[in-house]
């Protein structure tokens, strides 16, 4: 049974309505629905005996919704039907949603509440709050069923709990030989019931290596995994990166960094990120240092000295050379039709030689995700792209000019930019991975306007330690250009006078179109006395153009003192504006 791993923030990947969200006293007014996290379509595609198409789809693939205590969420759950001469039958079912090790959604396929990895009863598991207004649908060919998904949760349960919704196929009748096959989608469901924060509580708990021979057609390489644990209440965004070093010479040398794509965390999860290092490491010692930033905030690293087994028939480690790229992004204007063109100078650093290979690919951002009618591999460019040349050998030390070469298709209407990325992928002459190096292209279309806009879709608050609390806010860029983003968080009292205000960090660089950032913060509520007030968070971003824009979100809070600790509770969200 295939799983899809729970990976990069983003929109739905098909075009949807405004979703639908009734909340009594507007508890989920600032969870928007017309920006989701991406769920690939065919990573959430569960297939009984064998893989076939899909012949239905489901919006949105991933539920995220919030209420207080009394209050009910609800979503409206759309069933469009692929069969264009038959009627479908569709049930639908609630399950135990898990996570593995390597950060997939499973079902958990026994009745019981059963926690994921430990096999003990779930805390954190809201099937029991979710209603549906239908156990199954029948669809007309290529028709549309909505039915209604309601979680009411239950008084003094704040925190994130989760439960999956399946959609699948019944068997058609009318098969008369063969194995009937089933086919169905795994909607996660995500529920924040708000209330008193909870602890945000989630950190690296070991990192190593591993060997893995040779098998098949698959070199034998090295694995280097880091362990993560959320110990907390929340659902966080995690990134993770490690530093591989070795010991030779008497002191400590770089050897390759890796890093692990974004993934999400459920509350009570234990998880292994693994990832190929990209080449096989001989024995010795080596050192380990790894980094994590949980929603855009940076935890407490960690780091390790092992002796590696390791390959006894690997050579000699050899250092990732990082290729030297002028520029380091390239801007192209270009016009339907027509082409031009653009030089990259690329400097071999290393002291030994290095066989370069150039491509261009669709930036990993614009992947799998889409804003209404609006798809990322829409603004992709890469199939227009010509490298030349996009394969030579640098001796040490020396540079080489290669020319991007860009040509327009003749179609009449293009997007104000378009992307892709340049990958600069290195091989030492006994053919070690000498690590790649990547630069963006952005292909300009002066005759459609530039029109920057952001969209909030999240602003929490938790417990990090004593009076420390952790600000999580995400923003999604629903504009036709990308931005360089700044974003801060504001805590004012009823009157509107400031009682503390913050930066809030987050990835640094240009954000694209359809990308989705998390933004986080420190806030010290030690001094904040008791009351209600308005916690604000404004992204500001600016255009290679010089527009200056911002988008705010804002929750109100309650701060008291019980026991002589400051308690927060969020008590509702606020609307929100763009300027």
């Given amino acids: 049974m295939r799983t899809h791993r729970e990976n990069a923030p983003g929109f739905e990947d098909q075009p949807v309505k405004k979703k639908r969200v009734k909340m009594t006293n507007r508890a989920n007014s600032v969870l928007s629905g017309r920006l989701v996290w991406v769920v690939c379509i065919f990573g959430c595609l569960f297939v009984l005996v064998t893989p076939v198409s899909a012949k239905f789809t489901v919006r949105p693939m991933k539920v995220e919704l919030a209420a207080r205590p009394g209050q009910t969420a609800e979503e409206v759950i759309e069933i469009r039907s692929l069969e264009d001469k038959r009627f479908s039958t569709l049930d639908l079912k609630l399950v135990e949603l898990g996570q593995t090790e390597d950060a997939y959604w499973h079902v958990i396929e026994a009745e019981s509440n059963v926690e994921p990895n430990t096999g003990t009863s779930n805390p954190y598991s809201c099937r029991e709050w979710i209603k549906l207004s239908a156990d199954s649908v029948r669809i007309e060919p290529l028709g549309v069923k909505t039915v209604k998904l309601k979680i009411t ?210 930036p990993p951002k614009l992947e799998n995700v889409s804003y209404g009618e609006l798809k990322g591999e829409d603004l992709a460019c890469a199939n227009w792209v010509r490298i030349i040349p996009d394969n030579f050998t640098l001796p040490p030390g020396r540079q080489q000019k290669i020319r991007i070469i860009v040509k327009a298709p003749e179609v009449n209407e293009l997007h104000a930019n378009y992307y892709a990325e340049l990958n600069l992928q290195g091989r030492y002459p006994d053919g070690q991975n000498a690590g790649t190096t990547t630069a963006l292209l952005n292909i300009q279309n002066k005759r459609v ?95 290679d153009e010089g527009v200056n824009r911002q988008t705010t979100q804002s929750i109100t809070i309650q701060v008291s003192i019980e026991n002589g600790r400051k308690i927060v509770e969020v008590i509702g969200p606020k609307e929100e504006a763009e300027k």
């Fill in 449 to 543: 306007k530039v029109e920057p806009a952001s969209q909030p879709m999240k602003l929490s608050i938790a417990n990090e330690e004593a009076s420390m609390y952790a600000i999580v806010s995400r923003f999604g860029n629903t504009g036709n250009v990308h931005i360089t983003p700044r974003c801060s968080a504001t805590l004012m009292t009823a009157d509107g006078r400031i009682a503390r205000r913050t930066i809030l960090a987050g990835e640094t660089g240009l954000m694209l179109p359809l990308e989705v950032r998390n933004f986080s913060g420190l806030v010290d509520f030690a001094e904040v006395p008791p009351g209600a007030y308005r916690l604000e968070a404004m992204l500001e971003y600016t255009t």
């Fill in 153 to 362: 949760p239950r008084a003094n349960k704040g925190g994130f709990y989760y439960a999956g919704l399946c959609v699948q196929t019944r068997p058609a009748p009318d098969i008369a030989q063969g194995i009937p096959v089933v086919t169905r989608f795994l909607i996660p469901v995500l529920f924040e019931a708000q209330g008193r924060t909870v602890r945000q509580k989630i950190g690296l708990t070991d990192v190593g290596m591993e060997f893995r021979p040779r098998f098949e057609e698959q070199p034998a390489t090295s694995i280097l995994w880091v362990g993560i644990e959320n110990e907390g209440r929340t659902y966080s965004r995690l990134k993770s990166s490690a530093r591989i070093q070795n010991f030779l010479g008497g002191h400590w040398r770089d050897i390759t960094k890796v890093e692990h794509g974004e993934v999400g965390i459920l509350p009570g999860i234990s998880l292994k990120l693994k990832d190929d290092v990209g080449k096989s490491l001989p024995p010795g010692k080596y050192r380990l240092k790894s980094d994590l930033y949980v929603d855009g905030l940076r935890t407490k690293p960690i780091e390790k000295e092992i002796d590696f087994a390791g390959d006894p028939n690997a050579g000699a480690v050899t250092a990732e050379a990082a290729l030297k790229l002028e520029p380091e992004s390239i801007s192209v204007t270009i016009v339907p039709r027509a082409t031009r063109s653009a030089v990259l100078s690329v400097k071999n650093p290393s002291d030994s030689a290095v066989t370069v290979r150039a491509g261009a690919v669709i």
